[in-house]
């Protein structure tokens, strides 16, 4: 039987799981349960994941990156150690490690998983979180909401019928759910939330609060030096946990700004009163998913806690005044998405489960149309074709006509959301149905909308005269735009393991002839694996070396890694010739 992981790609820290001996099981990454999802660059240009690059932070900022979540599914780059990367080439990185300490736990390979994102995620973001994964070597078999996968986890420990509410409040995204356990049917009724509210607004109102008093004492702010920024951030965070169970908690830092001390004290009082109005949304959230659900508090037989940021002492509180429900965390909100993701792989590959998990789409997905009304044309009409929380998988279809006299092509738009008119609502993507009949207005044209088990939608438009049809699946504006995939796998080979593995992304060819980018002879592959052995033996002599020539090494192996990115094997193989001739002289 195939070993299906399952992965919790989160904000702040990430975890990775098994079924084994039919439970879930938390894989240790590093010996810990979970792994800050950080990614960084050291002094040498080497790759560093997880605490090691967490440990480099407040020192070398600019070479380390956090928080990728929030930006996945975005057109966007960061920079790490002066070079670009997209978010889902930083999420691959992440789920590498993460492989990577599966297959060791396992002793044999890994390719197949199951990746949770937050319910709220959009189409967008889905499929960057499946091209992550791909870029990472992984084929994900499922994407599946948080909360979902958090009732999957609390539903193995608990055989009982139940009306569950999912509060799930990470490091950069909330989610609600409610969901209904009933003879082993784990059932999502509906959810909301709120793709960027979490444990980093926290931290950002404690930074600014202490902030605001060093700047008051010494005329310095903290937050214009990068490195400054990420030494009270770190701090900060110990504090915030502290608080968790402490009534007041100091925070020191020596010669913070390099001339000045920071002490101050900080009560929970104070802390709670600046997150009240972000967890006020929550409770807003929580009433607008009882609201689509149509249920009313009291059909809540508990509140179940998700997430590192729930653990916070008001949370509980509001809670139960709020919805008068009882509040659970029997199992660690850290790590029971993970394991949840671990039920669902399982459950893929054939493991025994009694657990049925059915799943809903968070958003509504429509199309852009016009209406003559009376004579008067409106444009720019939001036409809902699949509703939010409607189970999955799903397809509806409605029927569109054309507008005019031989009219030869229609443009086919898709967005989710729940406004009326399309200018308000989230664009997912568009195409061109051409080469219509000639025939007059009026003429059927029916668009089916198609939402998979991951919530990734297929769009097929159809001419009913003709059978003329098109049907595009709507992927994320990176890939379509600006995101290739074969240079992202030129990008991150050089950071994968030195056994030359390097990742697949299955069906991703953006127009580009492999033959001219990819190693595909064995002289090409035998000048990388060159590559990687010079590289080792460089970076052992350079503290060995004196100034010059250690510098000397150091271009050379910037030259390579670019070489290397830019799969550009004659120059690689240049760079190797010269690296060896001056390795030569140093080593003997």
């Known amino acids: 039987?195939?070993?299906?992981?399952?992965?919790?790609?989160?904000?702040?820290?990430?975890?990775?799981?098994?079924?084994?001996?039919?439970?879930?099981?938390?894989?240790?990454?590093?010996?810990?349960?979970?792994?800050?999802?950080?990614?960084?660059?050291?002094?040498?240009?080497?790759?560093?994941?997880?605490?090691?690059?967490?440990?480099?932070?407040?020192?070398?900022?600019?070479?380390?990156?956090?928080?990728?979540?929030?930006?996945?599914?975005?057109?966007?780059?960061?920079?790490?150690?002066?070079?670009?990367?997209?978010?889902?080439?930083?999420?691959?990185?992440?789920?590498?490690?993460?492989?990577?300490?599966?297959?060791?736990?396992?002793?044999?390979?890994?390719?197949?998983?199951?990746?949770?994102?937050?319910?709220?995620?959009?189409?967008?973001?889905?499929?960057?979180?499946?091209?992550?994964?791909?870029?990472?070597?992984?084929?994900?078999?499922?994407?599946?909401?948080?909360?979902?996968?958090?009732?999957?986890?609390?539903?193995?420990?608990?055989?009982?019928?139940?009306?569950i509410l999912v509060y799930d409040l990470g490091g950069g995204t909330f989610d609600v759910s409610l969901v209904v356990i009933e003879d082993d049917i784990v059932e999502v009724k509906a959810s909301h939330g709120d793709t960027h509210l979490g444990g980093d607004d926290f931290d950002d109102l404690l930074i600014n609060h202490v902030a605001d008093h060093f700047q008051e004492l010494h005329n310095v702010d903290l937050r214009k030096n990068s490195r400054t920024r990420n030494r009270l951030w770190q701090a900060l965070e110990k504090a915030k946990i502290e608080l968790s169970s402490q009534p007041f908690t100091t925070v020191r830092e020596e010669y913070i700004d390099d001339k000045h001390h920071l002490e101050i004290e900080i009560s929970r009082h104070d802390y709670e009163a600046m997150i009240y109005p972000l967890l006020n949304k929550t409770i807003d959230c929580i009433h607008a998913c009882l609201r689509d659900a149509a249920l009313l508090p009291g059909a809540l037989n508990r509140i179940m806690l998700v997430g590192g940021s729930s653990r916070t002492p008001l949370i509980r509180t509001m809670l139960e005044e709020t919805f008068g429900a009882p509040v659970h965390h029997e199992i660690d909100p850290n790590l029971i998405v993970a394991m949840g993701a671990a039920i669902q792989g399982g459950i893929i590959s054939g493991h025994k489960s009694d657990a049925i998990l059915v799943d809903i789409t968070p958003y509504t997905f429509g199309t852009s149309a016009a209406s003559n009304t009376q004579g008067s044309l409106q444009i720019g009409l939001f036409v809902p074709i699949i509703k939010r929380n409607t189970p999955l998988?799903?397809?509806?279809?409605?029927?569109?006509?054309?507008?005019?006299?031989?009219?030869?092509?229609?443009?086919?738009?898709?967005?989710?959301?729940?406004d009326p008119h399309v200018e308000n609502n989230i664009p997912v993507g568009n195409f061109l149905i051409e080469g219509l009949s000639q025939v007059p207005p009026g003429s059927p044209i029916t668009l089916n909308l198609k939402l998979d088990l991951n919530g990734i939608l297929e769009v097929t438009a159809a001419e009913k005269c003709s059978n003329l049809s098109k049907t595009v699946r709507m992927e994320t504006?990176?890939?379509?735009?600006?995101?290739?995939?074969?240079?992202?796998?030129?990008?991150?080979?050089?950071?994968?393991?030195?056994?030359?593995?390097?990742?697949?992304?299955?069906?991703?060819?953006?127009?580009?002839?492999?033959?001219?980018?990819?190693?595909?002879?064995?002289?090409?592959?035998?000048?990388?694996?060159?590559?990687?052995?010079?590289?080792?033996?460089?970076?052992?002599?350079?503290?060995?070396?004196?100034?010059?020539?250690?510098?000397?090494?150091?271009?050379?192996?910037?030259?390579?890694?670019?070489?290397?990115?830019?799969?550009?094997?004659?120059?690689?193989?240049?760079?190797?010739?010269?690296?060896?001739?001056?390795?030569?002289?140093?080593?003997?």
């Not at 080979?493 to 991703?508: K, R, S, T």
């Open 393 to 418: 998988p799903t397809q509806k279809s409605e029927v569109f006509h054309t507008m005019y006299d031989n009219q030869e092509a229609v443009s086919v738009e898709i967005y989710q959301g729940e």
């Open 1 to 163: 039987m195939k070993n299906i992981i399952g992965i919790d790609l989160g904000t702040t820290n990430s975890e990775v799981a098994l079924i084994v001996d039919n439970q879930p099981r938390i894989i240790p990454v590093n010996g810990e349960q979970f792994m800050p999802s950080c990614v960084g660059l050291d002094d040498q240009g080497e790759l560093l994941v997880g605490q090691s690059a967490k440990n480099q932070m407040a020192l070398r900022p600019e070479s380390t990156i956090l928080s990728i979540k929030r930006l996945m599914g975005e057109k966007t780059a960061v920079l790490m150690g002066g070079r670009q990367f997209s978010p889902e080439e930083i999420s691959a990185l992440i789920l590498r490690e993460l492989k990577k300490a599966a297959e060791e736990f396992l002793g044999q390979k890994i390719d197949e998983t199951v990746i949770t994102v937050p319910a709220y995620f959009d189409d967008h973001q889905r499929n960057a979180t499946k091209l992550a994964g791909e870029l990472a070597g992984l084929t994900v078999k499922r994407i599946i909401n948080e909360p979902t996968a958090a009732a999957l986890a609390y539903d193995v420990t608990h055989q009982e019928n139940q009306t």
């Open 477 to 588: 504006s990176n890939a379509g735009q600006n995101f290739d995939a074969l240079n992202s796998l030129g990008k991150l080979a050089g950071f994968f393991d030195e056994q030359g593995q390097e990742p697949g992304v299955e069906g991703l060819q953006p127009g580009k002839n492999p033959a001219e980018t990819e190693p595909g002879t064995d002289a090409d592959k035998a000048i990388i694996g060159n590559a990687r052995d010079l590289r080792r033996r460089a970076e052992k002599l350079i503290p060995q070396v004196d100034k010059d020539d250690s510098l000397e090494i150091k271009n050379l192996l910037e030259t390579s890694r670019e070489a290397l990115s830019n799969r550009d094997w004659p120059k690689l193989e240049q760079t190797c010739e010269s690296l060896s001739d001056l390795l030569f002289y140093l080593e003997d």
